[in-house]
């Protein structure tokens, strides 16, 4: 049962806005969301006015001194004056907070047009301000010092990994170099240079360890960047810039804080995520043309291969040697060059992965575009897989 067939309505994606990511040093955290926000309404084929609700997806944690963000947009118009706004935090997942918070006004019945926006701005802080601030999503690092940040968990992730099933660098690399060469497709992308496998899979001056075993290149980088989407309950009848994508299912499942709770390679909450977003669009893994991935680091990527179910535990590394991922394969990963050549301005990714999977399921992807593209999944993870959001897009 599909949720249109479960709540008697449709939630559709009417209008979306994207932003180049990267250090985007001219624009700030206002002008970001002003400027997505302005360009999913005009897309959308709305006026301001038209908007019943505003959600904003942003971590921040003290990466800017704004700490309370959530009337921003308004300043997109003065008709957008009373309207209600609310900041949506989980993390690095809080893009897709916001979205799944939408959706569910819209079920709820209080709004009719809702405005989710997700934006960062982080390239101004020193590194050090950036890496305290991401290391407040975990539990047991949180507040204190640490030389690898974030690197260094997913790190200790992959040395688990590796200890059970083998060595999976060449496997990391391999994903590096995917995704950096779909990146190259993409105009939003920060980092749009194939640097092909040999590099990615090589440690080098250029390619260094940052966190064994963990290299450069298997680490996504620091990003500004804003995204926007409009979800509304009915398509305008004239204006819209692209044909409206439809919200066939969501997932959302959160997972202990305590790494004692947890198997470090299960990543079981994105697993009962996936599991929650198929079951609710009455899917399969089979029925999907692709999917983009919250690949912060590559060895997230390749344990997502298994916990959607696309190999068994421990044989990840088939969805690469048999081509499973690529373009023109079983299941496309990361078409967009994700988080690893995109960019991963953390609160913005969410709502990013959404638009440009309305892009590709509305045929306005341009050089990204996958051909026939009807059906595809979005996961986004905040903390080492502790906030978990899935949904399934499809074509109208």
């Not at 799944?100 to 982080?122: F, H």
């Not at 399969?284 to 690949?295: F, T």
Request: glycine share 12%.
């Amino acid at each position: 049962m599909s949720l249109r067939e479960q709540f008697g309505k449709d939630i559709l994606l009417t209008g979306w806005g994207h932003s180049p990511f990267g250090k985007l040093a001219d624009e700030t955290l206002e002008s970001l969301i002003v400027g997505v926000a302005r360009e999913a309404i005009a897309n959308a084929g709305l006026e301001p006015g038209q908007i019943d609700e505003v959600y904003l997806g942003q971590f921040n944690s003290g990466m800017v001194p704004l700490g309370f963000a959530s009337s921003l947009a308004l300043q997109v118009s003065d008709e957008l004056a009373n309207v209600p706004a609310t900041r949506v935090e989980n993390a690095c997942a809080s893009g897709s907070a916001a979205v799944q918070q939408g959706a569910k006004s819209l079920l709820a019945g209080t709004a009719r047009n809702v405005l989710v926006i997700g934006a960062e701005k982080m390239t101004h802080a020193g590194a050090d301000v950036v890496g305290a601030a991401l290391l407040g999503a975990d539990y047991e690092a949180a507040g204190k010092p640490s030389s690898t940040g974030f690197a260094g968990l997913f790190a200790e992730t992959a040395k688990h990994y590796q200890k059970r099933y083998g060595d999976v660098g060449d496997v990391l690399g391999s994903i590096a170099a995917k995704n950096h060469r779909n990146g190259v497709a993409n105009p939003y992308a920060q980092l749009r240079k194939d640097l092909g496998e040999e590099f990615c899979q090589t440690v080098s001056d250029k390619n260094p360890v940052v966190a064994e075993p963990l290299r450069r290149t298997d680490c996504s980088p620091v990003s500004d960047g804003a995204a926007a989407v409009v979800l509304s309950t009915e398509a305008s009848r004239s204006g819209a810039a692209a044909a409206a994508v439809r919200l066939a299912g969501f997932g959302h499942a959160n997972d202990f804080m305590p790494a004692e709770k947890r198997d470090p390679t299960a990543f079981a909450g994105s697993r009962a995520a996936w599991q929650r977003a198929l079951g609710m669009a009455g899917v399969g893994l089979e029925d999907l043309d692709l999917a983009e991935v919250h690949d912060c680091f590559t060895i997230a990527e390749l344990i997502m291969y298994e916990v959607m179910g696309l190999t068994a535990a421990g044989e990840g590394r088939r969805a690469i040697e048999e081509g499973m991922v690529y373009r023109g394969g079983k299941l496309p990963v990361n078409l967009s060059g994700g988080l690893k050549a995109k960019g991963h301005p953390v609160g913005a990714t969410g709502v990013s992965q959404h638009v440009v999977t309305a892009m590709q399921l509305s045929g306005t992807a341009g050089d990204m575009q996958l051909a026939g593209a009807r059906r595809a999944a979005v996961h986004n993870m905040g903390g080492l897989a502790i906030a978990n959001y899935v949904s399934v897009l499809e074509a109208v």
